[in-house]
Every structure is written in C-alpha cells, then in structure tokens.
C-alpha cells in the first residue's frame, strides 16, 4: 500500500513539473537602431499627452474631465451627457476596426509600441538599466551576497518606481477629479475613500504589472495573445528569421569567410535572444510570446554590420514572401488585400459617421415627464389642463434662454411664454401647463409636441412628443 501511494505521489510530482514552469527571470539588454528609436519616441509621446491632459485648460475648467459625480464628460470643447452614450459605442467600433486592420497589416503592432504594459515597462526597464546598469551588471548584482551596496541600489530603483507608480494612479484619478484639486487634498488630510482606493490600486497595478510580472502579463494574462493567430495570415509583416539566409548557424572570426565551411550569416550569438523583452527565441519561429517590438532586428543588424554581412537576417517579413522569395515591392502589393480593404473601409465608414454625428449634433436635450399624480383637471376658467415637467439640459459651455411652445389640439396654450434661462452645461426642470377649450375636444388622449428654441440661436432646438389627456 505504501509502494503504491509512493508511485502515486511521484507521478503527481511528474504533472505538476509538466504543467507548472518555474519563472525565469530575463534580463533585457539595451539595444540601439531605427525600431528601438520608434519605442522610444512612442513612448515619450503616449507619456506626454497622460500626463499632460489633466493639467490643460479650456473656458475655465480642465479640459478632458470624466465627471462621473455630475454625469458629464468634458473633451475640450465637447460636453458629452448619458444620453450621448452612442459616440462612445462608435469609438469602441473605431478602436475595433482599428485593432483588426493593424494587425492583419503588421501583426502585434499595438503590443509592440503602445500597449500600456509595454510602454510602462519599457520605463521602468529605462530606470532599472539607470540605476543599476546594462544586463551583464544587473544579473551580477543580483547574483551577489546582500551588502549595503545591493541594499542601496535596490531600495533607489523600487524607490523611483514606487513614485512614478503613485504619479501615475494620481494622473488616473485626475481625469475623473478635477487635478488641480486632487494634487491639495493628500497634503489637507481631504482624499476620499475612493479617491484614494483608485489611486493605491491604479499604482499597485502599475508598480506590480511593469516593475514585477513584466512579461508574464503578455505571457498568460493577456487575451490577445491567444486570439491573435486567427487575424494573420500569410501576407501579413511579421517579426521572421530568415531560415535559409542563416543555417547552419555557428560562431566564426570576423575575417573568416563562412560560406566554404558551409555555414549560413547566424553566428549564433544570441543577442535576438538577450534583448527580446519576452526571452524568446524568434529562430524557432514565430511564437505568440512574440509582442512585435523589433528589439531583435535592431540587435540582429548590430551584429550584421560588426560581420560585415547585409542586415535582413531577422526582419518584418510575411510567410509567402520567406516561402515565394519575393522582395519589398511584392509584400506591399499583397498588403492591399481584400481583407485589409474590407477593414479599411469598415473603419473610414465608422469614423465619417462619429464625425458627421458629432458635427450635427444639437447641443441641447429635453425630456417630457408627465404628472403621473393627475392625468387632467379644470382650470378656474374651465379650461382642461395637463401638467408637463420639462427637463432641459443645455449641453453648450454658454448660459442659454429657451422659448417653449406646444403644438396639438385647437386652442391649446401654453401656461408659460417666458424664456427660461439655462446655465452653461447644466440642467434646468421647469414646471409646463398645456390648456385647451373642453369646447373643442372629446374625451381620450391627443398627440402634443413641445418645440423648445434657443432665443439667440434658433438653430438649436429640439422636438418632444408627449400625450393631452381629456377626461
């Protein structure tokens, strides 16, 4: 009994050690050329607009606000309500297309230079390589017995990262509360519980995604790793290892000439390998670890240009183009594609038609409430009445007066015909009789329509349907 649960033990131990791969920390090494460039400048771009934004001003506010609190969201010159929740949908469709064009262009193009988890940890791998040094010297610090020395240097870059994570949650919570407001409240003990919860948690993801897990998020935690395979296809630039061009790989001299003895341009130093940001090895292929960044290629040609030999070993390349032989003007040309035009022209449809909703939008909204409390009632003067509750929400960054009138059965009046003023991106509830002669109508329900019109712009106005009831 003993001998079996022995055996039974050991194959669990067995699946465990198959299922189960202890992490092996990577160290990136800094490299230099045209892709690593565009990260960079990627970077410092998507940076700058973060945290740049809140700090804008437009007519006296800050200039791209989510005001959750007062259900509002401020872009600049556009105040967008609940019920303008369409545009949102349609700049999720844009993002969609977006997504789908790109990639079935160049593959993992937003991974590689603008995925948040990339661009964050490409910061802080700047800040560790700062503070610690290139890889060689980051794996011998971390190889060394703690001394005050690996003390210091660690507690400098968790330090620095700690500070840039905890600016970051700042920067988040500032788009929902106002910035200039946000930055006083820790320093006055006035940060609310959920202000401070978004702001803790929005730096721990920060500080515990780009400092910590790194390519473990792209790895086993992100979704499109999985699902990308099925937006590429043969014609589509990917990061590839030129096979032919480069086996049999193997070491030589620089002024050794390779070619008698057989061998191909690899000379197997593995530096695609030492700055691939993921530790993969893209010549065993394409793998979906891949994120697209172009690290290698810059490493890869360093080293062609050291040889003497022409860069392109590794490259952006498609599968019939390694497979067919055929060169830069052909990939171009089998860009253009059915599928790509399809994506295309699903995104310029998408695009014109937000701009156009945008461009016609009236910056003005009503809703009809009835009073549910009396259908109908007689007035002193025998007249029928209805009561209305008007919402009027002016959604222009200028106060507005509003002239109401109604429309319906014979000689209905309205009890108002003063203008109704509305503050600047505000709401405003007015109380609305409508009236008519019981002389002229039956009993039973009439079709009303309220017409509310700017007094200085009577281009902004808005129609609401609504019901007169006569008892």
Same mark, same amino acid.
């Given at each position: &009994?003993t001998?079996?649960?022995h055996?039974?033990?050991s194959?669990?131990?067995?699946? #465990?050690?198959?299922?189960?791969?202890?992490r092996?920390?990577?160290?990136p090494r800094?490299?230099? +050329?045209?892709f690593?460039?565009?990260?960079v400048?990627l970077?410092a771009? %998507?940076?700058?607009i973060f945290y740049g934004?809140p700090?804008?001003?437009?007519?006296?506010?800050?200039?791209?606000?989510f005001?959750?609190?007062?259900?509002?969201?401020?872009?600049f010159?556009?105040v967008l309500?609940?019920?303008?929740?369409?545009f949102l949908? +349609?700049?999720?469709?844009?993002?969609?297309?977006?997504l789908f064009?790109?990639?079935?262009l160049?593959?993992r193009l937003?991974c590689?230079?603008a995925c948040?988890?990339?661009v964050y940890?490409?910061?802080f !791998?700047?800040? #560790?390589r700062?503070?610690e040094?290139?890889? !060689?010297q980051?794996m011998?610090l971390?190889?060394q017995e703690t001394?005050?020395?690996?003390?210091?240097?660690k507690?400098?870059?968790?330090?620095?990262?700690?500070?840039?994570?905890?600016w970051?949650?700042?920067t988040f919570v500032?788009y929902?509360t106002?910035?200039?407001t946000?930055? !006083?409240k820790?320093v006055? +003990?006035?940060?609310g519980?959920w202000?401070?919860?978004w702001?803790?948690?929005?730096?721990f993801? %920060?500080?515990?995604?780009?400092?910590? &897990?790194? #390519? $473990?998020v792209c790895?086993y935690m992100?979704?499109?790793a999985?699902?990308?395979?099925? &937006?590429f296809?043969?014609? %589509?630039?990917?990061?590839t290892?030129d096979e032919?061009?480069?086996?049999p790989?193997?070491?030589?001299?620089?002024s050794v000439?390779?070619r008698p003895e +057989?061998?191909?341009d690899c000379v197997?130093?593995?530096?695609?390998?030492?700055?691939c940001p993921?530790g993969?090895?893209i010549?065993?292929g394409?793998?979906?670890?891949c994120?697209?960044c172009?690290?290698?290629?810059d490493g890869?040609? $360093?080293?062609?240009?050291?040889m003497?030999?022409?860069?392109g070993?590794?490259?952006?390349?498609t599968e019939n183009a390694?497979r067919?032989?055929?060169?830069?003007?052909g990939i171009?040309?089998r860009?253009?594609?059915p599928?790509?035009?399809?994506?295309a022209?699903?995104?310029?449809v998408?695009?014109?038609?937000? %701009?156009?909703g945008?461009y016609?939008?009236?910056?003005?909204?009503?809703?009809?409430i009835?009073?549910?409390a009396?259908?109908?009632?007689?007035?002193?003067e025998?007249?029928?009445?209805?009561?209305?509750r008007?919402?009027?929400m002016?959604t222009? #960054?200028?106060?507005?007066r509003?002239?109401i009138?109604?429309r319906?059965?014979?000689t209905?009046?309205?009890?108002?015909?003063?203008?109704?003023?509305?503050?600047?991106?505000?709401?405003?509830?007015?109380a609305?009789?409508l009236?008519?002669?019981p002389?002229?109508v039956?009993?039973?329900a009439y079709?009303v329509?309220f017409?509310?019109?700017?007094?200085?712009?009577?281009?902004?106005?808005?129609?609401?349907?609504?019901r007169?009831?006569v008892?």
């Amino acid at each position: &009994m003993t001998r079996v649960a022995h055996q039974l033990k050991s194959v669990s131990n067995e699946v #465990e050690t198959a299922l189960y791969e202890v992490r092996r920390k990577i160290y990136p090494r800094a490299v230099h +050329g045209w892709f690593a460039r565009w990260r960079v400048a990627l970077v410092a771009i %998507t940076q700058i607009i973060f945290y740049g934004l809140p700090w804008l001003s437009w007519n006296g506010r800050q200039a791209v606000l989510f005001d959750l609190a007062e259900r509002k969201f401020y872009i600049f010159g556009l105040v967008l309500w609940p019920q303008d929740f369409i545009f949102l949908t +349609g700049l999720l469709v844009i993002a969609a297309f977006s997504l789908f064009l790109f990639t079935a262009l160049a593959g993992r193009l937003f991974c590689g230079y603008a995925c948040p988890q990339t661009v964050y940890t490409e910061i802080f !791998m700047h800040i #560790e390589r700062w503070i610690e040094g290139d890889r !060689m010297q980051r794996m011998r610090l971390d190889r060394q017995e703690t001394g005050l020395r690996k003390i210091a240097l660690k507690s400098a870059k968790h330090g620095v990262w700690i500070l840039l994570a905890l600016w970051t949650g700042i920067t988040f919570v500032g788009y929902f509360t106002p910035i200039h407001t946000l930055v !006083m409240k820790p320093v006055t +003990g006035t940060l609310g519980p959920w202000e401070t919860f978004w702001t803790f948690f929005y730096a721990f993801a %920060t500080y515990g995604n780009a400092g910590w &897990m790194r #390519e $473990q998020v792209c790895k086993y935690m992100c979704p499109y790793a999985r699902f990308q395979a099925v &937006m590429f296809d043969p014609d %589509t630039l990917v990061i590839t290892y030129d096979e032919k061009r480069g086996e049999p790989r193997g070491a030589r001299r620089r002024s050794v000439d390779a070619r008698p003895e +057989g061998l191909g341009d690899c000379v197997n130093c593995e530096i695609c390998v030492q700055v691939c940001p993921t530790g993969i090895d893209i010549r065993n292929g394409l793998q979906y670890e891949c994120i697209g960044c172009g690290a290698c290629i810059d490493g890869c040609n $360093q080293v062609m240009d050291k040889m003497g030999y022409a860069r392109g070993l590794i490259r952006y390349s498609t599968e019939n183009a390694l497979r067919q032989g055929y060169g830069r003007a052909g990939i171009v040309r089998r860009l253009r594609r059915p599928r790509t035009g399809i994506y295309a022209s699903l995104l310029l449809v998408a695009a014109l038609v937000l %701009t156009a909703g945008l461009y016609v939008r009236t910056p003005l909204k009503v809703d009809v409430i009835r009073d549910r409390a009396t259908l109908a009632r007689e007035t002193r003067e025998g007249l029928i009445e209805n009561v209305y509750r008007l919402q009027i929400m002016n959604t222009h #960054e200028q106060a507005r007066r509003f002239v109401i009138t109604a429309r319906g059965p014979e000689t209905l009046t309205v009890s108002t015909r003063e203008a109704v003023e509305v503050r600047a991106a505000s709401t405003e509830a007015v109380a609305v009789a409508l009236r008519v002669d019981p002389a002229v109508v039956r009993q039973g329900a009439y079709d009303v329509v309220f017409h509310i019109e700017a007094v200085d712009e009577p281009r902004v106005s808005t129609s609401e349907k609504s019901r007169f009831f006569v008892r």
